[in-house]
T-cell receptor, first 112, second 113 residues
Framework: NAGVTQTPKFRVLKTGQSMTLLCAQD?????MYWYRQDPGMGLRLIHY???????AKGEVPDGYNVSRLKKQNFLLGLESAAPSQTSVYFC???????????FGPGTRLLVL | QQQVKQSPQSLIVQKGGISIINCAYE??????FPWYQQFPGKGPALLIA?????SEKKEGRFTISFNKSAKQFSLHIMDSQPGDSATYFC????????????FGKGTMLLVSP
């Protein structure tokens, strides 16, 4: 039982490049979330999903897209990376809306 | 507009002391208040949570105190240990629609030996 896993752990991108971050959970959770964490800014919600095939915008969605084609996976895409997207990205999942969120180990992204 | 204000930003406490982290909110519709703990290089993990029907919840050395009229809640860590050194986030959510968690900006706690 791996919980929430994230791929990759670390990535360096050049401005304008694209990439996809993968989140997988094996707890059969309905809800999944993508956050970014920046120094002094706490955790900010980018996008979330309330079930397979659904996505919704969070607090800071601009520049990101997401997809939830399978219940266990939640993908975060950057179409044209910008230095402002340098951050640590966390994925989380929960069984129901207001239950414990289980976080992955994070992906550290550096955009040059 | 920040909906959950957390203070202090950082905190140094001696081993055995009491660590206190405070959070304040403005939205009276918030009715679920969890605290998450994050160790360096790891993802956050739920520490303890409270709903406003109680004024205090205790789990081991960790206690949440809740003041509904003041719209404030706080985390107390009794007998703080070096292993408690971490970043702590308070959060809040509403019981409506697909309400998600709104996090405070975090408090970096260092417990000195």
């Amino acid at each position: 039982n791996a919980g929430v896993t994230q791929t990759p752990k670390f990535r360096v991108l050049k401005t304008g490049q694209s990439m996809t971050l993968l989140c997988a959970q094996d707890m059969n959770h309905e809800y999944m979330y993508w956050y970014r964490q920046d120094p002094g800014m706490g955790l900010r919600l980018i996008h979330y999903s309330v079930g397979e095939g659904t996505t919704a915008k969070g607090e800071v969605p601009d520049g990101y897209n997401v997809s939830r084609l399978k219940k266990q996976n939640f993908l975060l895409g950057l179409e044209s990376a910008a230095p402002s997207q340098t951050s640590v990205y966390f994925c989380a999942s929960s069984r129901r809306r207001r239950e414990t969120q289980y976080f992955g180990p994070g992906t550290r992204l550096l955009v040059l | 507009q920040q909906q959950v204000k957390q203070s202090p930003q950082s905190l140094i406490v001696q081993k055995g002391g009491i660590s206190i982290i405070n959070c304040a909110y403005e939205n009276t519709a918030f009715d679920y208040f969890p605290w998450y703990q994050q160790f360096p290089g790891k993802g956050p993990a739920l520490l303890i949570a409270i709903r406003p029907d109680v004024s205090e919840k205790k789990e081991g050395r960790f206690t949440i105190s809740f003041n509904k009229s003041a719209k404030q809640f706080s985390l107390h860590i009794m007998d703080s240990q070096p292993g408690d050194s971490a970043t702590y986030f308070c959060a809040a959510s509403m019981n409506s629609g697909y309400s998600t968690l709104t996090f405070g900006k975090g408090t970096m706690l260092l417990v000195s030996p």
